[in-house]
């Protein structure tokens, strides 16, 4: 049973002794994108009563076990329950990163700008530095609109069009390559996660036709000529149809790289796995992993994290579950 070190800090005062003592359960959601990360975190109450923390306050959370890496994260708590009788109180909170002024719908446009020098704009309006992969940011549009809509919402629709991932992660804006298992500048590792830590009965691997296409169609707006025009890219040779994305582009280039974009995501989706490890801090939403001494088919195989929720209970100790899909090819 692997029984981390917690760390607990609200707006910068350490959490210690007989409150901490008191702790439960604690719960770290760690996911992919834009969606918000969230901690939940439970504690015995009852004479004397828990003070409970205000609702808007910082709260930094950090678990480690020996050989197995550290998890660091703050959250903005939003929700703090309490039950009677028995007395618990529990304290939620999602993600300090995603700011409110990123949801505040806006209407602006570019000229002759990079997905880089987008990117790189709207970080430093919202004090973010920026770590951008080059592969997910090269296009220059001769023009780009944003009509009333969130600086969240631009990005996450942008990120879609170049096959990136958007994200914001410890003050930093990322944006990546989605679903290849690369940082800005490298490869992540790939962990492996061996038959011996997996929980009994939690490993599945899934393989569907669902949502299978031989090619994928896009649209983009020939001004010059007047007349909408399309680009067809190949997508799983196994299969036959044609996946049509409705949403108009500016130009070929941007065309052709939203459908290898979709063809690519459209492969991902066809493998899915979920499992459940004793407790791994070290491990994130985005890390490649793959199994070992499974069984064959299993085995070998790299799978990109989605998903990835951390559990500490006092009787089952820390354990790591997660969901993935099967690594995308790199977009050239």
Sequence with gaps: MAHPSVTV???????????LSRLVSLTITDREGIQSDTVEMTFADGPPFVAAPRRGAVMSVSFSLDGLGVFVGAYVIDRVEFACMPYTITVKGHSADLRSAMKTSRSRHWDGASVRSVVEEIARQHDLAARISDAAARHV????GQQDEADLAFLDRLARRHGALFTIKNQTLLWLERGAGRGVDADLPIVTIPASVII??????????????GTVKAFWQNTAAAEREAVVVPADPSATGEHVLREPFSSRAEAERAAQAAAREMQRGLIETSCAIVGRPSLMAGQPITYSGVRPMVDGRVF????????FTKSSGLRTAFTGKLQAPTLG
Excluded at 9 to 19: K, L, M
Excluded at 304 to 311: A, K, Q, W
């Design 141 to 144: 549009y001769d023009w780009l």
């Design 304 to 311: 990109i994290l989605e998903m990835v929720r951390h559990t």
């Design 200 to 213: 009994e009965g939690s490993c599945r691997l899934s393989e569907t036709d669902v949502d299978r296409f």
């Design 9 to 19: 800090t609200v707006d910068g005062t350490p959490i210690t002794g007989p409150i």
